[in-house]
């Protein structure tokens, strides 16, 4: 018990912590949480090549994008609901996003983020089988 409080002070000095249920929580939540600022970021480069390629300024494309994600960052952050809430929300608009994002769904986004992450859960597993 007094190990698991000390691992509990030393999680909370560094952000938040949380009990998983087992080690197979932690190989997905390393490929999940470990990687995560990298998907985000893939979503920024190749939304800012796309309007670059429509002919936008590289900084203000920049510009923009970073606006995107620190605003829906923000607002995922401060909103109660779950993101998919979120989601339907501006697919009920049947606007550009909605256009958008079944464009994207339909090209398989959500399947490739389940298996990018099902990949960084395996890798986990496996590296942690090779120490």
Known sequence: MADRSLMRQIF???????EVAGESDIDYLTGLT????????LLAAAMMEDAVRH?????????CVN???VGTG?????????????????MNYRGTTAA???TMRAAG???????????????SVSMGQSS
């Open 12 to 18: 909370q000095a560094c952000g938040v912590e949380d």
């Open 34 to 41: 470990g990687s995560g600022p990298a998907f985000p970021a």
């Open 55 to 63: 002919g936008i300024c590289p900084d203000l494309a920049r510009r």
């Open 67 to 69: 606006a995107v994600l």
């Open 74 to 90: 923000r607002l995922v952050e401060l909103r109660s609901e779950c993101p998919h809430v979120i989601v339907e929300t501006f």
């Open 100 to 102: 958008a994002l079944e």
């Open 109 to 123: 986004f959500e399947s490739a983020v389940r298996d990018g992450l099902a990949a960084a859960f395996r890798k």
